[in-house]
């Protein structure tokens, strides 16, 4: 029977709280140190060798000293990085002597908070089932006998592997054939602040680099790829031909072009898609969550490639991708998955691999934008405090169905319930304003008179 056990600790990207608060106290970083330890010793690793990296954050050094206290604590190594990306944690796993990762990050999250999070020994995140199997060991109350003497664990500064993943990004830097036109970037004070002027000093044009002196406390504040105005007005501002933005730990990347139009996840997918299918590479077709707008299967159904839909979620995405055999999937909030390349969303290799395929497809990405003419779309969050009985209601379903009968072949319609707040979102999408506006009326009204009511 498949296992229905919610996790309680880990949300869609680790366990993030506000630092000093919560999970993100010392005394739970080194529980859970301790818990991935001996989850790894469970799976045959002996003495688990792991690598830990963290972004700029001021809470950093304090949960990382933790975390690396319980992983010591239950017979683990580590190898601490230092500030990285959180792909290039992976990088380094992949690539090393290593049986899992930890990442101190809150990723586009602000300053106050942080996170952990764990990957395995191929550099992969776990899985749903993984996590939970975690969250057992750290609330087991029988004490395991701990390891003294020679057993425990120790640590040991690895910050050469900073320098091996730069080189594997200038490696695919080195290949982008059109380097001569300008760039501005915006690397959100974040873990990708110490590597953007490295890696494009070889880069041809003019280069402007923002956001790039970290205080500890202005990671991701103001700047990133969730305050992309930042980002457009300086590329407006120098008049470059193309604006790049991260976030805290750099998995994601968004782009805006000359004239401050955002080159989404979506944009990127259709460009990089049609690159690997050009050099045969693609695999079976490109994946992309339910979000991601319909205009990229039109133009994609174009050149013969085939769109997976799957929930929203990197980790989704990556277990689509290996069902059906893709080589790249991705989200419209620029978490890119490139399987070639990196074993996890890597902002700064994708945002290459898309120079690389604008370069090699002899793209304009001045008319990127004119030519992803987007479906108009609406969404529209209610706040339903018995959310789970309202989506469960056989009036709803009904009406979904209406919905699904008159959107059929001129859009779709989807109903999401939020993981964390008591929200049900309406998405409906569709060339026919009238319709999309109608039918998502429909939907909400009949939302509406379900919680009134209590049910059927």
């Not at 304009?364 to 789970?388: A, C, G, M, W």
């Not at 026919?432 to 429909?442: E, F, G, I, P, Y």
Request: aromatic share 6%; proline share 2%.
């Amino acid at each position: 029977m498949k296992n229905t056990k919610v996790r309680r600790m880990f949300g869609t990207d680790g366990v993030r709280d506000i630092a000093n608060r919560g999970m993100m106290k010392p005394e739970s970083a080194m529980k859970l140190g301790r818990a991935f330890t001996l989850f790894l010793l469970k799976k045959g690793n002996s003495k688990p060798k792991i690598a830990v990296g963290r972004d700029t954050r001021y809470s950093g050094h304090m949960i990382e000293y933790a975390l690396c206290a319980g992983i010591t604590s239950a017979g683990g190594d580590v190898y601490t990085i230092g500030e990285i990306p959180t792909p290039g944690v992976s990088y380094s796993v992949a690539v090393g002597d290593f049986d899992g990762g930890a990442v101190i990050s809150a990723s586009h999250n602000p300053a106050e908070y942080n996170g952990i999070k764990f990957l395995d020994g191929e550099g992969f995140k776990l899985s749903d089932e993984e996590e939970l199997e975690i969250e057992s060991l750290f609330d087991e109350k029988e004490e395991i006998e701990r390891p003294v003497h020679g057993s425990i664990g120790r640590i040991t500064n690895a910050p050469g592997l900073t320098d091996d993943y730069l080189k594997f990004l200038i490696g695919i830097m080195d290949k982008v054939e059109n380097r001569e036109y300008s760039i501005v970037i915006d690397a959100a004070n974040g873990a990708a602040s110490a590597l953007v002027k490295p890696l494009f000093k070889r880069w041809k044009g003019t280069v402007s680099i923002f956001a790039n002196e970290p205080d500890g406390l202005n990671i991701n504040f103001g700047v990133g790829v969730t305050n992309m105005g930042f980002l457009r007005g300086k590329t407006i501002d120098k008049k470059a031909d193309i604006g790049i933005a991260y976030d805290g730990d750099t998995d994601r990347v968004l782009m805006c072009d000359g004239k401050g139009r955002i080159i989404d996840g979506d944009i990127m997918l259709w460009v990089i898609g049609r690159w690997l299918s050009m050099k045969g590479t693609l695999g079976s077709g490109v994946v992309a969550t339910v979000m991601s707008n319909m205009v990229l299967e039109d133009l994609l159904r174009k050149d013969g490639i085939k769109v997976f839909r799957c929930g929203v979620g990197d980790r989704y995405v990556l277990d689509t991708m290996r069902k059906k055999k893709s080589r790249v999937g991705g989200e419209q909030s620029g978490h890119l998955i490139a399987l070639d390349f990196a074993n996890t969303g890597d902002g700064l290799c994708s945002g290459l691999l898309f120079l690389r395929a604008i370069s090699d497809l002899g793209e304009d990405i001045s008319t990127l934008s004119d030519r992803f003419d987007r479906y108009p779309q609406v969404l529209r969050n209610l706040r339903i405090e018995n959310k789970d009985l309202v989506l469960g209601s056989s009036r709803l379903k009904e009406a979904e169905k209406i919905a699904m009968n008159e959107l059929e072949g001129k859009g779709r319609m989807l109903l999401r319930q939020s993981g964390t707040e008591p929200l049900i979102r309406i998405f409906v999408e569709s060339r026919d304003h009238d319709l999309m506006n109608a039918t998502a009326d429909m939907l909400e009204n009949t939302i509406l008179e379900i919680a009134c009511t209590g049910g059927d």
